[in-house]
């Protein structure tokens, strides 16, 4: 049986980093996204965001820990000189980036008073002992912090024939990479299985409905669809045709298109106590 930390190799991330992915990364702000943590966040913080990608959330976090140090970590190096443009772009001189695994830190006992992660323990190969990592990193009385999207509570109007068949071909494709494309309802349960005892559990969600919203959230996930690496393993893995996908892309776009149309994503979130 293969060391916990090796059970990253078997998740590899769904998305990918296409442009069409990047725009939706690049929206997220410490306000949309990680609302749950910032009142907990003190300037002199020393904080971890994990699986930062372009750092639009983790150069908020920074701000806010404007007397602290924060580092950004991913595992793909080319997504980091973005990161790096817009620390730069907004002067934030205590924010650094650097690659790195969430299932071997490469950070001593006890370095962090926050250790934060969006949207990245659905793609990991071991989510538990992802989070142990994340415990052991921080300090005592500091904060471990999730936020996970869940597809399983994905909700939109109206209903345009097409949009069931893409949410299960995405939960199908994201979980024959190794993925849990539903984590956000099992945050609470890796946290315990993890050995956290005090653990704070809320949801947040993200809906986009007005025409602006509509067709840029329709828009990237046409695009993705079939200009993606998610593209490419769904059809590399036999999931779906390249035809099939171009199908769905149609779909989204309907789906943008009409003036009744709203979505929302739930989140689940978790603040523990390390």
Known sequence: MPHAHEAAETAVYT???????LRSHRWRTAANSA???TPHIEPTSRLLDIGCGPGTITADLAALAHEGAVI??????????????????RGLWNLTFETGDVHDLAYPDDTFDVVHAHQTLQHVGDPVHALREMRRVCAPGGLVAVRDADYGGMLWYPEVPGMAEWLDLYRRVARANGGVPDAGRRLHAWAREAGFTDVTVTTGTWTYASPEERAWWSGLWAERTVAS???????????ASAEELAGIAETWRAWGAHPDAWFTVVNGEILCRA
């Open 35 to 37: 609302a749950y943590l």
């Open 72 to 89: 950004g970590l991913d595992a793909d190096e080319g997504v980091l000189d973005l990161a790096r443009a817009e620390a730069e772009k």
């Open 229 to 239: 690496t998610y593209a490419d393993v769904a059809v590399g893995g036999g999931h």
């Open 15 to 21: 998305h990918g980093h296409h442009d069409s992915v």
